[in-house]
């Protein structure tokens, strides 16, 4: 098939690696699918398999910028499908594409990505590492995601602070002393998990309260079934494995995220005990150039994108 003439610029910005891409990447208008293989091998991260490889896709409109890129992780056991579908609130940061481009991709052990041994957050800011490495060289990069996409953002910057120019930090999950009283809770629904399946541990989680603000609308009373349509797509050795990565894992340090002179947004909701805001004000107070825009309610939250629309704009 003939490309159009509109995407060759994109994929020429895919650096010389570029051949290595998925041959099966599909393009209409200002879209691009494909896999990108990544490579962890050495002693940062020996067990990863040499040829792990993410789904991505992205979006750019004709008015976006050739010379920047945001590139977006979805949350613990979501992919790009569920949060399109509505399974989280961040379908509409695809719609900043008239912006600059706009990446977003499975995760290791996620979605339509491949497997991984080591499905932590430090491992996941590797791979974003990588990925821009590979897909925008020599373009500013600014990087964003929700709870555990957050989380690895977070580990990229500490990694690559000479490429990451912001954030956008969105539910922070929980961190440090709040993380340590949650992983139980983690550890349970793992147990439960591989027991007895993912239809028991949907039942137990379906007599848990959810956040209030979720209730207040069709749409976000919805995103809980839509959830566990991916959980039970990922099946449960894969689901089981991403939480072992969540138990595994937790923010950065304090002292290591305050190197981060950068400018921040952080999204967050009151009442959710996985995302609570004692993480978001927490690193409000550390980041030094943070700044908090919290939700009170469920309207308020599909206004998010229009935040970080803004939150962007001051920055191109």
């Known amino acids: 098939m003939k490309m159009p003439n509109a995407l060759r610029p994109a994929l020429r910005r895919f650096s010389s690696n570029a051949q290595h891409l998925d041959q099966e990447i599909h393009h209409r208008a200002a879209l691009l699918r ?34 920047w890129a945001f590139i977006w992780t979805h949350g613990l056991t979501s992919s790009v499908e569920s949060e399109d579908e509505g399974g989280w609130p961040f379908s509409g940061v695809a719609h900043l594409s008239d912006l600059l481009p706009v990446v977003r991709y499975d995760a290791r052990g996620h979605g339509r990505s491949a497997d991984a041994i080591e499905p932590t957050w430090p491992a996941m800011g590797s791979d974003l590492c990588k990925m821009h490495e590979k897909m925008f060289p020599k373009g500013r990069i600014i990087l964003g995601g929700t709870s555990m996409g957050a989380a ?13 120019e912001a954030l956008v930090l969105a539910t922070p999950p929980t961190a440090w002393e709040t ?6 809770l983690y550890q349970e629904s793992l147990a439960l998990a591989e027991k007895q399946g993912l239809e028991a541990a949907k039942s137990v989680a379906e007599t848990k309260a959810r956040p209030p603000i979720f209730l207040e609308t069709e749409r976000g009373r919805a ?13 449960q050795r894969r689901y089981c494995a991403a939480l072992r990565g969540a138990i595994d894992s937790d923010l950065p340090s304090p002292e290591a995220l305050r190197r981060l002179n950068i400018p921040v947004l952080i999204l967050a909701w009151k009442s959710d005990a996985q995302h609570p805001l004692e993480s978001a004000l927490m690193l409000q107070e550390i980041l030094p150039q943070a700044e908090l825009c919290v939700a009170d309610s469920w309207e308020e939250i599909e206004r998010f994108p229009e935040q970080i629309r803004g939150f962007l704009l001051n920055l191109l």
């Open 34 to 67: 494909g896999s990108v293989p990544l490579y962890h091998q050495g002693p940062r991260h020996p067990i990863s398999p040499p040829n792990l490889s993410l789904r991505f896709e992205v979006r750019r409109l004709e008015t976006a910028r050739h010379d």
């Open 152 to 164: 690895a953002s977070l580990y990229a910057a500490l990694e690559a602070p000479e490429k990451v």
């Open 179 to 184: 993380r340590k009283k949650f992983v139980p």
């Open 223 to 235: 995103s809980f079934d839509i959830g566990w349509r991916q959980k039970f797509s990922m099946g």
